[in-house]
């Protein structure tokens, strides 16, 4: 059974700073493209980071800069450094695999970020 459990959610002030971790089991970790997604109260869910099995990255626009996806094979965790946090950042954050050759993909629970005075 694959499952993705995140950790690392709170609650943070403005231009604080949190990380996220995301660890996977039931599937080999290298293979997969890992990401991070987040949905705001309201809004649609988005793509924020994104590691493939290659390493490569890409990010949104809105966290260009601030925000930096890591994975550590050996542990099968991903990670997502959040620095210089908006309010604009609140949001539940969720762990998203895709395995390229199977054509299955997996979700975490979500862990939630709060950016707030």
């Known amino acids: 059974q694959v499952q993705l459990v995140e950790s690392g959610g709170g609650l943070v002030q403005p231009g604080g700073s949190l990380r996220l971790s995301c660890a996977v089991s039931g599937i080999g970790f290298s293979f997969l493209a890992m990401g991070w997604y987040r949905q705001a109260p309201g809004k649609q869910r988005e793509l924020v980071a994104l590691?493939?099995?290659?390493?490569?990255?890409n990010y949104a626009d809105s966290v260009k800069g601030r925000f930096t996806i890591s994975r550590d094979n050996a542990k099968n965790t991903v990670y997502l450094q959040m620095n210089s946090l908006k309010p604009e950042d609140t949001a539940v954050y969720y762990c998203?695999?895709?395995?390229?050759?199977?054509?299955?993909?997996?979700w975490g629970q979500g862990t939630q970020v709060t950016v707030s005075p």
């Open positions: 590691i493939r099995n290659s390493g490569g990255t």
């Open positions: 998203h695999a895709d395995h390229p050759w199977l054509g299955t993909d997996y």
